[in-house]
């Protein structure tokens, strides 16, 4: 590095954003994730004694301290640590780091620990070519990354690799880190007259939603912004809500939130709490979820699990989902929220997955002879007597008459098990007197049968 790379490396770093210059250099310094970084946890032993042989990737949120914990392992390892964005670089760029690996490994014998951020960026091609290297150990890893490893990365890769899962930091955790920041003379604010109402300070904790960065960008952007009255920095909680107005709502539509929020709604739903059903619902429309989506899922809930508990159920979800391509957004969150409280409020039943054991047992077994008498007797009942005997259930008093519809083999066979809810509570007790007479029918049909055999 010569002396204009180290003047522009000096100015940088004092120029940097605030959270970027009070990014943590010691284990000690990192707030929260206790439950991999506590004493005597196995990531923090090894960090500690710099034995960080196998490949590790880091999982979580942004602003959770992925590339934080990266740093303190550069900062306390003996091994050559290698730093490269997946966004930015390519194959070409980690042959450069694998030959240099090489030849410190044979002249130094010294270890090589690459740092790969967003490393879910990287598509198969690029995580392949990484592969051999991580298996030799040539390479240690470190990955990091907001999107889960085991859908992200390959499956060789992760499992070669130890996963480390960081949760978002807790209020009290990002209040730590804002009040080091006033605190710190050199890298913060203590060398300036700032004071910083304490409801402020808790309002920008709580907007944060456990980002890190995002508090701190916060406070920054509040202490840079107000001009001084008295040689003093005065933020009160009014221009700490102007600074991060929006609390941050951790929702990719490529990431686990996504799913996770989505499973939570649909979960609420199907579970009859509709306090928590408009709770998730409020969080995906806010972080801009597609009503669609949402809609689609409600249709499906209808079927699954509604079902004939409350047939109208399905006419809601439908009728909203028309409701709102009919007026948009923002409007149409009345139906959106009408087919949800619909649903989460009325009697539950799963009996449609009854289709599903129709199904097994086509797959196990095989499908069954239609019975002659249900055949079509369009085109060969002169010849082979299809139709012959069916007994036409409207020629009835009840519009219904017991005979076989099943395969010989699967008379008998209960697929459809109604529930005990709502309107289904009447379909049982009629499935229930059919399927009694049926199976008389049946039974008084084969003793006929067999009567007629003595007799002959």
């Keep these: 590095m010569d ?211 995002s508090a701190l960008n916060a406070l920054e952007l509040a202490v840079e912004t107000t001009p001084p009255k008295d040689g003093q920095v005065h933020i009160t909680l009014e221009i700490a809500a102007e600074s991060i107005q929006k609390r941050a709502l951790r929702y990719d539509k490529n990431e686990d939130a996504h799913y996770n929020t989505i499973s939570a709604f649909i979960k609420s739903v199907r579970g009859s ?61 009345y139906p959106i929220v009408e087919a949800t409280l619909y649903l989460a409020t009325a009697p539950k039943s799963n009996s449609a997955s009854a289709y599903f054991a129709a199904q097994e047992k086509i797959e196990a077994e095989g499908v069954g002879p239609v019975p002659l008498h249900l055949m079509d007797p369009s085109r060969d009942a002169k010849g082979f007597g299809h139709g012959a005997g069916y007994d036409y259930p409207h020629s009835h008093p009840e519009h219904w008459t017991p005979q076989q519809y099943l395969p010989d083999g699967v008379v008998g066979t209960q697929f459809y098990h109604p529930g005990e809810q709502g309107y289904e509570a009447q379909v049982a007790e009629r499935v229930r007197r059919w399927r009694e007479a049926q199976a008389k029918a049946l039974e008084e049909k084969i003793n006929s049968t067999k009567e007629k055999g003595k007799a002959t």
């Design 3 to 213: 002396l204009f790379d180290h003047s522009l490396q000096e100015q940088l770093s004092a120029e940097a954003p605030l959270a970027a210059r009070m990014r943590p250099r010691t284990l000690d310094e990192i707030v929260g994730q206790e439950h991999i970084l506590g004493p005597g946890t196995l990531l923090r032993r090894a960090i500690e004694a710099d034995r960080l042989f196998s490949s590790i990737i880091f999982y979580g949120p942004p602003g959770t301290g992925k590339t934080t914990i990266a740093r303190v392992i550069a900062n306390q390892t003996q091994a050559e640590f290698v730093s490269l964005s997946a966004v930015l670089a390519g194959i070409p760029d980690l042959r450069e780091i694998i030959k240099g690996a090489i030849e410190r490994r044979r002249l130094y014998r010294r270890r090589t620990i690459l740092f790969i951020d967003e490393v879910h960026r990287w598509n198969k091609a690029q995580q392949d070519a990484l592969l051999p290297h991580v298996e030799t150990g040539l390479l240690t890893l470190i990955g990091a990354t907001t999107q889960n490893p085991y859908f992200d990365v390959i499956q060789a890769l992760v499992s070669r690799s130890r996963i480390f899962e960081l949760k978002p930091l807790s209020e009290e955790d990002i209040l730590i880190l804002l009040q080091r920041a006033l605190a710190d003379p050199e890298r913060g604010y203590g060398k300036r007259n700032i004071h910083v109402d304490a409801d402020a300070l808790q309002h920008l904790a709580f907007m944060a939603g456990g980002d890190a960065r």
């Design 273 to 333: 709490d509709p306090d928590a059903a408009l709770y998730w619902l409020a969080k995906m429309l806010l972080a801009g979820e597609d009503p669609r989506f949402i809609l689609r899922r409600l249709i499906i809930l209808a079927g699954e699990d509604i079902g004939l508990a409350d047939p109208q159920g399905l006419v809601v979800a439908n009728a909203a989902a028309q409701a709102f391509e009919y007026i948009g957004m923002p409007e149409g969150i």
